[in-house]
């Protein structure tokens, strides 16, 4: 068995990038860090953590790293049951940017009425948050991966749509419906990963823009769209929210040939009997949008 205090040491290297950082937020010294992780190295005969700016798990350190804060989880609970002072509970949980800016709000607001636990969100691409559960970084996920991480259950909860949209003056200057003059008209995208535009294009068999803008907000995002940045992706939602300074008349068109796609999410969480993870999963089922 691995001792909980040898897993904790590792979890908050992982979490803190250095045994310095992890070492003040166990009130403990960097030594005593360095020696817990050791004797898991020695324990299971293989490298946990790359000893580097900053400090990452390896393949091996993520199966612990998991391990690790499933232990303090359930530990956390079994001393609550008990009643004992175990302290605010963490949970971190991955939600692409999307999911955050519209339904997720209302997991937020019944998390708001949940005494001692502190919600930790990482936002990550619902393509790329799986990845987050494999490292061991949350304890569940919003992801459009349909195969479970090991050592987590999958179902699905819906989708989010987008609609291909531009502004229509902007429309108007690179030819029209018509005669898009695709090279000269840009387009607006989330980050990198942000594959859904490209798709548009390679469907319509055109090729891509001369310039690619960058606005890595949801809202944001849909706000440089209506001032005429470049066409991009609409939610439901939000093709019919006003802009918040764009002038007077300006309007968002559909985009001409585009259609609209479909991201299918799923929720992935560790499969451990938790009660704050069973309480979270039926909070996010109610508030998707395949409710």
Known sequence: MFAPTQLAALVSVVDHGTFEA???ALHVTPSAVSQRVR???AQ???VVVTRAAPC????????LVALGRQTELLATEASRRLGGDAGPQAVAVAVNADSLATWFHDVIEAVAGWSG??????VEDQGHSARLLREGRVLAAVTSDDQPVQGCSVRPIGALRYHPVVDADLLERVGGPGAVDWRR???VRFNELDTLQHEQLERLGVPPPDVVHRVPTTADMAEAVRRGL???????????????????GRRVVPLPGGRTSSVPLFWQRWRVRSEVLDR??????AAAPGR
């Open 22 to 24: 992890a070492a003040r």
């Open 39 to 41: 004797a898991l190295e």
């Open 230 to 248: 470049g066409w991009g992706m609409f939610l439901d939602g939000q093709l019919d929210e006003p802009g918040t300074g764009a002038r007077p």
């Open 280 to 285: 979270l999963t039926d909070a996010v089922l």
């Open 117 to 122: 636990v502190a919600l930790e969100v990482h």
């Open 185 to 187: 008209l840009p387009l």
């Open 44 to 46: 299971v005969g293989q």
């Open 56 to 63: 990452r798990a390896t393949a091996s350190g993520e199966v």
